[in-house]
């Protein structure tokens, strides 16, 4: 049998396996863009939708879904992906510029265009790791657009599984500089001793005045939400089986681990975050963003 790990490493690019779900999130993107409510903006994210063969008939605005917001994919789903960017967005910001954090790696970073929309510190440098097949498609969209990064911009194409440090310093990362970290939409897809090595690798990058954020599922057996309005949504409309691309071993306590390294942590829902902001998604029945956290830390000095 071929294991999920596998599964994901097969499809190298945006057009398939764990890729094509960068596409997803910048659809969603392209969609909480143009709301007129919208949370967070990103010009880019339609281009990548757009370019994609994989995901060229997907819609980039709400007014194109039938069924408008109470389609749980493109409505809600695409909601909480604007929502969880406002949050991320903000997050990032806070920890560059009170914070005094200086270098921003972004794992699995796909199609997260922060370094073009953010306004950076000056001196800021954005890492972005992911494969790359996705960071080369990534290359290309922006590259038609002539698109210009507001911060120096390092892309380090790699799998996570393999050694990331090493191709991390070797970029220029330097570990003595306080660092924001983000796993955005990433844990869940990969082992969870990859997950617990990622986790120990930021600590030991990581000086005082460092930060971190990622995002956790809680729920011990995620195929109970297997017929969700969500999860089936996503699989029948563009055939993106969510379940079969996570891992399905039991997750690490990856929160536990970073405040027993000395980190101070917060666990936050989304729906901490809607009530905060006045929109975005809120509980429902059988629903497949309960065990969704989204967890913050940071290093704080000895
Ligand atoms: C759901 S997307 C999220 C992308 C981005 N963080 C965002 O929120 O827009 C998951 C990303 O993780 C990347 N990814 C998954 N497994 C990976 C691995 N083993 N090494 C590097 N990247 C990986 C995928 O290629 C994909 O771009």
Not at 22 to 28: E, S
Not at 31 to 46: C, G, K, M, Q
Not at 245 to 272: C, E, H, K, M, N
Request: with cysteine; glycine share 10%.
């Amino acid at each position: 049998m071929v294991d999920t790990a596998q599964r994901n490493a097969d499809v190298e690019g945006v057009d398939g396996g764990v890729g094509l779900t960068a596409l997803l999130v910048a659809a969603a993107r392209a969609i909480e863009t143009h709301r007129p409510d919208s949370l967070a903006r990103d010009v880019y994210a339609e281009h990548f939708v757009l370019a994609a063969p994989a995901s060229a008939r997907w819609p980039v605005r709400v007014e194109q879904v039938p069924g408008g917001d109470r389609d749980p994919l493109w409505g809600r789903f695409a909601r909480y992906f604007g929502l969880r960017t406002r949050v991320l967005d903000d997050f990032l910001l806070r920890s560059a510029h009170a914070g005094g954090a200086r270098q921003v790696v972004l794992l699995g970073a796909g199609l997260d265009t922060r370094a073009f929309r953010l306004g950076w510190p000056a001196g800021c440098v954005v890492f972005e790791i992911d494969r790359e097949g996705v960071l080369e498609f990534k290359h290309r969209v922006l590259g038609g657009l002539s698109a210009t990064p507001k911060a120096r911009r390092v892309p380090i194409p790699l799998d996570l599984r393999a050694d990331w440090v090493g191709a991390l310093i070797d970029a220029g990362f330097d570990p003595a500089t306080p660092t924001v970290w983000l796993a955005e939409g990433l844990l869940f897809y990969l082992p969870s001793e990859v997950e617990t090595s990622l986790i120990g690798a930021m600590d030991r990058l990581s000086p005082a005045g460092s930060a971190l954020a990622f995002e956790v599922k809680l729920e011990r057996d995620l195929w109970v939400y297997r017929d969700s309005p969500l999860y089936a949504s996503t699989r029948q409309q563009i055939g993106i089986d969510l379940l079969t691309l996570f891992d399905d071993q039991p997750r690490p306590d990856s929160v536990g681990d970073l405040a027993g390294r000395g980190w101070s942590t917060t666990v936050r829902t989304p729906f901490d975050f809607t009530r905060e902001h006045g929109r975005g998604p809120l509980p429902e029945p059988n629903d497949a963003l309960e065990g969704n956290r989204w967890v913050f830390a940071r290093k704080p000095s000895p």
